[in-house]
């Protein structure tokens, strides 16, 4: 597909902002952000990660505690995506094999991949500390790492630059906290792959707010 192509059908997908309106605004990079799974490589300068970077220290935290911790992988990325080519080769097979081969050869040539980690202590401190249940307690790490996540997506979106969310932990912990030197005490929690768009976005339906005012 040619990058004019591409550019063509992200407009008409709501990928670009109409004319006249802010491309960095809130709503315009919620609109934007799009799941991207076949990416090219490109610039990816100091500046933009030190702009990621941020994104994600200004993510909310339950009583100040990020239970996330993120790791970017550029230089190492090939041996990362030869990392999980050998796991589906060894723990899948038939059309599904094939299924995750063609999407990992997607994600080869972006610029860098962002994997996020749960620290999985926080839940107990913010529990003890506070004195609420671990339920709540977990609550509020789950609606962390989901900001966080979305946090570093809508930056990237504003960069010009597109993603996905992997959820490997099934496939690629075990292997992953070798070749990363991980702590026991955190769990994979997401990958995204991180480039520039070499697929056009899919058409799809936003779903209807789920909103009131003062009252159901």
């Not at 209807?208 to 009252?215: I, M, T």
Request: glycine share 8%.
């Amino acid at each position: 597909m040619t990058e004019e192509t591409i550019v063509v059908a992200a407009a008409r997908n709501g990928l670009l902002a109409p004319a006249g309106e802010s491309e960095t605004g809130l709503l315009t990079l919620l609109e934007r952000r799009r799941s991207i799974r076949r990416l090219r490589g490109g610039p990816f300068p100091l500046q933009t990660r030190q702009r990621l970077t941020e994104a994600v220290r200004l993510t909310p935290a339950a009583y100040n505690l990020p239970s996330w911790h993120v790791i970017l992988l550029r230089e190492r990325r090939n041996e990362f995506w030869d990392l999980v080519a050998a796991a589906v080769d060894n723990r899948l097979d038939g059309d599904r094999r094939e299924r995750y081969l063609d999407r990992i050869a997607g994600f080869r040539d972006g610029v860098a991949v962002a994997i996020f980690f749960e620290d999985t202590t926080v839940g107990a401190q913010i529990a003890q500390a506070w004195q609420i249940s671990d339920a709540q307690a977990g609550a509020f790490v789950q609606q962390g790492l989901g900001m966080a996540q979305l946090a570093l997506w809508l930056a990237l979106t504003g960069e010009g630059l597109v993603t996905s969310l992997q959820h490997w932990d099934w496939l690629i912990e075990d292997r992953l906290a070798a070749f990363l030197g991980v702590p026991a005490h955190v769990r994979l929690a997401a990958v995204m792959p991180i480039g520039y768009a070499d697929e056009a976005p899919r058409i799809v339906e936003r779903h209807s707010a789920s909103y009131s005012e003062e009252r159901w």
